[in-house]
């Protein structure tokens, strides 16, 4: 399955009451950058992380977000929602980004992502867009976007085909993760079954469950 990016985006520094951070700043404002963008295994380079404790890291270095799901929320609220407007730094078309299945590979440019959990909504995220319900909305709608880790470094940039790669086999997606977190406990036990989720989340699952904890996979 192939896509494309729609455009790669890279943070505006914010301060603002709303923003996690205890210095008051946020990175959630990301817009269009020009020309092509280098990807490092630690995030994306030129882009701003206020909270690393919460944010950032090799298992959410990148966070995609697909123009489909944006332009639901855009035809929900009656506004525009142009490209990193979730904080997103690919935005993507004709990625099934809530389909995603944990571990499987995209191939951009001359990087290599894997798919690793879905994003969590945040106070941050509500205030940005003004919305005082919307962690409650966005954990309705399901469609979380997914963070990545690098596997190979390289460069991305806009237009870049997006190809899917080495699909896993066990089948846990993005959607499911997410729906198992937020609602729908009976899937939990699915996430175990998932090599690629980020250990953290996996030892969050098994505390959930009350199993003990095991060998990272």
Known sequence: ?????????????????????????????????????????????????AERAHHGGPDQAVYAYG???????????????????????????????????????????????????????CRTFAGFWAVPDLIKRFAARAAPGAYLRVLREGEVGTDDRVEVRDRPAHGVTIGEVFRALHGEPELLPR?????????????????RLGVASGPPR
């Open 1 to 49: 399955m192939t896509g494309k990016v729609i455009s790669v985006n890279l943070a505006v520094v914010t301060e603002a009451e709303w923003a996690g951070d205890a210095s008051g700043r946020s990175g959630i404002d990301k817009r269009p950058a020009a020309g092509r963008v280098s990807i490092r295994f630690d995030g994306v380079v030129g882009d701003f992380i």
């Open 67 to 121: 123009t489909e799901d944006a332009d639901w929320w855009a035809a929900e609220l009656d506004r525009a929602v142009p490209p990193g407007r979730f904080g997103e730094n690919l935005t993507t078309h004709g990625v099934d980004v809530t389909g995603a299945v944990i571990g499987e590979q995209w191939a951009i440019g001359s990087a290599l992502l894997q798919v690793t959990k879905p994003r969590t909504p």
């Open 191 to 207: 996430l175990l079954d998932a090599p690629g989720l980020p250990e953290p989340l996996r030892e969050k699952v098994r505390r």
